[in-house]
């Protein structure tokens, strides 16, 4: 537990309903705190919508609504899928300083922490490398959720291990792990004017290509996709990071390099070919050839690490389809690289970057590396 009070809520009564308790979960502008339902007598958990501490006010209210509207989703979604963290259907207003409101939803109560935290843990004792096998028993429960998620039209868009909440102190297989994060981070289209060129992305090591390029029309289920591909190798890694480096700039200029893609073997693991072949599919950098969805990705990884003849193909979407919302498959085929990357944000020296960056995401010599094969425990 935290047990620190930055923004001063802990002591503070919502609504007459609940009791703000310890500070639990510090997630960027959303900090999640420990309280008690004054009405049934449990704990719950509160996480507070405070927004970017600079946005404008037209740009507040865009967030505030996505928070909202989010919590909302994730509140249908979770009453019939106990691997979604639990999230009340209202929506609260807790008080700061200056009376400003601030929108409270209403979580389960969180006993853990975040598979974020214990990933770090896990590779500060030493990382030693988890299985395939381990790694798809630890994170089947969320492989389902999003599958299923998919197949009823909703798309997180932040996968992350901040976003993964584990019940329990240890990190093994079978410990439940429920998928959170619903609110707060901005909407892939949104960027803050800063003093520095910055794409303002949150979880931007776990983002898709697409999430960089500044369009939301090109955010569905294989955004998430790729989002879940990561997620599963930085925990065959033993916790460490795919991509190199937090900041925007960095994970673009990694995330868009399309001669280097984290692929099991790329990043040091030994495994099958059709396994590394499952991977690669997954995180292509062009959207249109990775799997549809998480449910066929998914698919696909336990046919190939089974040896079973693999059933599954490439899946693309064709304009007329990706414009009415369906999806069309193709066969397995060669592509052309894709074309420069593009990143979109505002700020000084934008074009200059920009530049810089398809320069550089042409050239795999003067690209900054993935981070370094994992060192195999002797």
Not at 46 to 62: H, I, K, S, T, Y
Request: proline share 7%; glycine share 8%; net charge positive.
């Amino acid at each position: 537990m935290l047990g620190l009070d930055p923004h001063g809520f802990i002591g503070q009564r919502i609504e007459d309903r609940f009791v703000v308790g310890q500070l639990i979960h510090a997630r960027d502008n959303c900090p999640l705190y420990e309280a008690l339902d004054l009405a049934t007598g449990k704990p719950v958990s509160l996480q507070m919508f405070l927004g970017p501490p600079n946005a404008e006010d037209e740009d507040r209210r865009v967030l505030l609504r996505h928070f909202v509207g989010a919590a909302s989703t994730l509140a249908r979604v979770s009453r019939c899928n106990e691997a979604v963290v639990h999230v009340s259907h209202e929506t609260h207003y807790a008080v700061r300083a200056g009376n400003q409101a601030v929108p409270v939803a209403v979580l389960e109560s969180l006993v853990g922490g975040s598979l974020a935290r214990h990933l770090a843990a896990h590779y500060a004792k030493g990382g030693l490398a988890i299985g395939l096998d381990d790694t798809l028993a630890l994170l089947d429960r969320p492989l389902q959720v999003v599958a299923a998620a998919h197949e009823h039209g909703i798309v997180h868009r932040q996968l992350a291990p901040a976003n993964l909440w584990v019940f329990g102190e240890r990190l093994r297989p079978g410990v439940p792990i429920k998928l959170m994060g619903h609110g707060g981070a901005p909407p892939a289209s949104w960027f803050p004017t800063t003093a520095e060129p910055e794409v303002a992305l949150h979880h931007a090591q776990y983002a898709a290509p697409e999430q960089f390029d500044h369009d939301d029309a090109a955010v569905g289920p294989w955004t998430d996709v790729y989002a879940m591909a990561i997620i599963l190798l930085e925990v065959m890694r033993g916790g460490r990071p795919v991509v190199d480096g937090r900041a925007s700039l960095d994970a673009a200029r990694q995330t868009m390099h399309s001669l280097r893609r984290p692929t099991p073997r790329e990043l040091g693991i030994a495994t099958t070919d059709a396994v590394e072949r499952v991977f690669a599919a997954a995180v292509t950098v062009d959207r249109r050839h990775r799997f549809r969805s998480v449910r066929d990705f998914y698919q696909a990884l336990l046919e190939a690490r089974d040896g079973r003849s693999a059933q599954w193909t490439k899946r693309a979407f064709s304009a007329s389809a990706a414009a009415s919302g369906g999806f069309q498959a193709t066969s397995p085929r060669e592509v052309a690289p894709p074309g420069p990357a593009t990143v979109s944000y505002h700020g000084p020296g934008a074009a200059a970057v920009l530049q810089r960056i398809r320069r550089e995401t042409s050239r795999t010599a003067t690209v900054r590396r993935m981070a370094p094969p994992l060192r195999r425990a002797s």
